[in-house]
């Protein structure tokens, strides 16, 4: 079927603003790239996983403006022994970030990449990309792996000491970042990452994982306050046998984020765990849109999404749990859930399920709604201020997301910076 010529047009217009990095050894993979997104098209509001979505902004030749934001707080992880990775404004600061190398790991930059005819992120870069374009097309992640000026490949050979910490610092009112980072765990080995920041006015990141039998990885991302920023993400993870993924994203501003996940169990006794707690006030939309491929016996997924809107924010969930046939005694869950302060906030969810096996456990829900009204007055009755019991409800009502955080500690500094958040729109 031809692209339609409006549509092709703005791809064009897109791809006209943009230079693709010299080829090296990826050089095959971004000329297929972007192929692929020629024949797509660039994403519009008539697209099925974009009509709740306006994808002008992300779309257009130009990025719209960003104020920096700057404030006096640690920043988030600050706290935790890690190694630092230091983006700014999509570009790798050497001085910023910390010494790369550490034992049981090895980090190599894209642009080095790029210089080297052999490499073992060859074989994987676009290739899960590639992949997570059936049977939903995802030409945002197309257009990345196609024209993705930097990022990293992190190999993980044995349990780490720390976590590995990606942060992305916005310092230009007009940058437009496309970063692209691969990620593979070796069988037995595993490893935290950690992500925070806005990075850029506009951001398109994507992040390919691939674990291997036995391995695991735990992912948490915060995505930084600048308000004004728009932000495109993807992660495409394959797990194999008994390995297990774990991600946890929280997002307090930004005027436009659309997250995508598109995870395939293609071992048996995977596990794969995706989360996001999400708090939004005024002129805020925010999108999680999530596809899980069961393609394995005994594999347990679980999809936990929580947002709180106010002052006419808007959340969307689009959630997708595929069982293939012969994917047997599958465990899949589902939830996404809104927290409405306010009458003029809105959420829309669209959660599926498709399953052609028959012994499987697969769930899903999604509930939009006001404080609890009896809850409050329990509260109230026993003395707790009126603003003070409805942040304790907000609280409780994040948690069951924010527990996805396997780490304690970790999850504690979220809870904190939500309750900041809280307290700062009082």
Same mark, same amino acid.
């Given at each position: 079927m031809a692209l339609p010529?409006?549509?092709?047009d703005a791809t064009e217009a897109r791809l006209t603003a943009l230079t693709m990095p010299e080829g090296g050894c990826l050089g095959s993979a971004r000329d297929e790239a972007l192929r692929r997104l020629r024949a797509m098209g660039l994403p519009s509001r008539r697209d099925e996983y974009w009509k709740y979505t306006r994808p002008d902004t992300l779309v257009s030749p130009d990025a719209a403006r960003a104020a920096v934001f700057?404030?006096?707080?640690?920043?988030?992880?600050?706290?935790?022994d890690r190694l630092r990775i230091v983006f700014v404004d999509g570009v790798f600061d050497a001085e910023a970030s910390d010494d790369l190398t550490m034992e049981g790991v090895r980090i190599d930059?894209?642009?080095?990449?790029?210089?080297?005819?052999?490499?073992?992120?060859?074989?994987?870069?676009?290739?899960l990309e590639a992949r997570g374009q059936k049977p939903v097309e995802r030409p945002l992640a197309a257009l990345n792996t196609a024209y993705a000026t930097d990022g990293v490949a992190i190999h993980v050979t044995g349990k780490l000491s720390k976590p590995i910490s990606l942060s992305y610092v916005h310092k230009d009112e007009a940058s437009d970042a496309i970063l692209h980072h691969v990620i593979r765990v070796e069988s037995g080995a595993e490893a935290t990452i950690l992500e925070n920041g806005p990075a850029a006015s506009r951001f398109n990141k994507c992040i390919e994982i691939d674990i291997a039998d036995g391995g695991t990885l735990h992912h948490v991302r915060a995505q930084?306050?600048?308000?004004?920023?728009?932000?495109?993400?993807?992660?495409?993870?394959? #797990?194999?046998?008994?390995?297990?993924?774990? %991600?946890?994203? #929280?997002?307090?501003?930004?005027?436009?984020?659309?997250?995508?996940?598109?995870?395939?169990?293609?071992?048996?006794?995977?596990?794969?765990?995706v989360a996001g707690a999400c708090v939004g006030d005024g002129d805020f939309h925010h999108d999680d849109t999530v596809f899980?491929?069961?393609?394995?016996?005994?594999?347990? %997924?679980?999809?936990?999404?929580?947002?709180?809107?106010?002052?006419?924010?808007?959340?969307?969930?689009?959630?997708? =749990? #595929?069982?293939?046939?012969?994917?047997?005694?599958?465990?899949?869950?589902? =939830? %996404?859930? %809104?927290?409405?302060?306010?009458?003029?906030?809105?959420f829309l969810a669209k959660p599926e399920l498709e399953i052609y096996a028959d012994d499987v456990a697969c769930s899903h829900g999604s509930t939009s709604g006001a404080i609890d009204d009896t809850a409050l007055f329990y509260l109230r009755s026993r003395g707790v201020p009126e603003k003070k019991a409805t942040d304790m409800l907000t609280l409780a009502f994040l948690a069951e997301a924010v527990q996805e955080v396997e780490d304690r500690a970790i999850a504690e500094d979220i809870v904190t910076r939500l309750q900041g958040w809280l307290d700062r729109r009082s």
């Open positions: 010529q409006v549509k092709q700057h404030n006096d707080e640690t920043p988030m992880f600050g706290a935790f930059r894209l642009e080095d990449i790029c210089c080297k005819d052999i490499h073992w992120a060859k074989d994987l870069y676009g290739v930084g306050r600048d308000h004004e920023r728009r932000a495109a993400t993807h992660m495409f993870t394959r #797990l194999g046998r008994e390995s297990v993924y774990k %991600s946890f994203t #929280l997002t307090v501003n930004g005027v436009l984020t659309r997250n995508e996940q598109v995870i395939e169990l293609t071992g048996d006794d995977a596990v794969a765990h899980i491929t069961h393609d394995a016996v005994n594999c347990e %997924s679980r999809q936990v999404f929580k947002k709180v809107l106010r002052n006419g924010a808007t959340g969307v969930f689009q959630g997708k =749990i #595929l069982v293939k046939e012969g994917a047997q005694k599958t465990d899949g869950y589902q =939830i %996404s859930q %809104s927290l409405l302060l306010d009458g003029d906030s809105q």
